[in-house]
């Protein structure tokens, strides 16, 4: 009778070190090894040599490399979701000690389509490092947030800067990004006259921008939808009843990005986050904004 012999494991496993799994994860999310070395701040050879050695400990080739962007191979989806979890794992434990341990409730605003962007993510990145505070979020229209954080109600708000009766010499910007035209990748929509539009509600700083910039040029256009919310518009879009101005990253297929050389749209410059705090916010209040603040800029 033989018995089966298991293969013999090195006598002490290496570690994964955390710099190295954050380039990982980085490339994987971005599929570009440059513009990870860029957040790094490191050269793209840098980020080059810490993956290879990565993929020599492992044993395991974690990237396809095509000719504009990177993919994961089958192992590097694997070690992705060990690499995200170890990371998380890791913040978590040193915020246990050098974070201080705040309690209470911080009240926040936020508008509807930044609460469905990049917030939930950052909620619960708070969430693991401040476990004693409660987060309390209202969503609502920036005029409103604005009146309830001056009326004491909300401790810090986000908002879309450059709306209709705004003050916009108020709050911090902690966000940029193009503002764009999009429709339905192959759509008719955008051959149509006069052009339809899909807009916000009245004083909205993408519904300004978009319906000054075509008055510049003297295209005609009408208002064929109207939302109070972005998900609106983007229903109008995929139905390809009108196009919009949305901000760059709104736009993922089925949609497609309308440009001035293609189809003769001008241009619409950027549109901005700003977060403004309340005058009697708290510590609790001040470690969420710091935060937001920080986690926005540096998804610029």
């Not at 954080?149 to 010499?169: H, K, P, Q, V």
């Not at 939302?227 to 518009?233: D, N």
């Not at 736009?251 to 440009?259: D, G, M, Q, S």
Request: net charge neutral.
């Amino acid at each position: 009778m033989t018995t089966a012999t298991l293969p013999e494991l090195p006598a002490a496993l290496p570690l994964l070190e955390s710099d190295v799994l954050k380039t990982f994860v980085g490339i994987a999310e971005s599929g570009s090894f440059t513009r990870t070395a860029a957040q790094v701040f490191r050269t793209t050879a840098a980020v080059s040599q810490q993956i290879k050695r990565l993929e020599d400990t492992l044993g395991r080739n974690l990237f396809v490399r095509e000719n504009r962007r990177v993919r994961l191979t089958t192992d590097g989806e694997i070690l992705l979701g060990y690499a995200r979890r170890l990371l998380k794992l890791n913040e978590e434990a040193v915020s246990r000690f050098l974070v201080p341990n705040l309690a209470g409730t911080v009240r926040l605003g936020t508008p509807f389509d930044i609460g469905v962007g990049a917030l939930p993510d950052l909620l619960s990145q708070f969430a693991l490092s401040h476990p004693g505070v409660l987060v309390e979020v209202s969503v609502g229209r920036s005029y409103e947030l604005i009146e309830r954080l001056d009326a004491g109600e909300l401790d810090l708000t986000l908002l879309n800067a450059g709306n209709a009766d705004m003050d916009d010499s108020r709050g911090e910007i902690v966000y940029s990004e193009a503002l764009v035209w999009a429709g339905r990748d192959g759509g008719l929509a955008i051959k149509r006259k006069p052009l339809p539009l899909a807009l916000a509600s009245n004083g909205c700083a993408w519904r300004r921008a978009a319906m000054d910039a075509l008055d510049r040029i003297g295209r005609s256009y009408r208002i064929a939808y109207s939302s109070e919310q972005c998900a609106g518009q983007e229903a109008a879009l995929l139905a390809d009843l009108a196009i919009a101005a949305l901000p760059t990253s709104l736009v993922k297929a089925p949609l497609r990005r309308l440009t001035q050389q293609e189809h003769g749209l001008p241009p619409l410059g950027d549109y901005h986050i700003k977060l403004l705090c309340g005058s009697n916010r708290g510590a609790a209040a001040e470690a969420l904004a710091a935060l937001v603040s920080m986690a926005y800029r540096n998804h610029r």
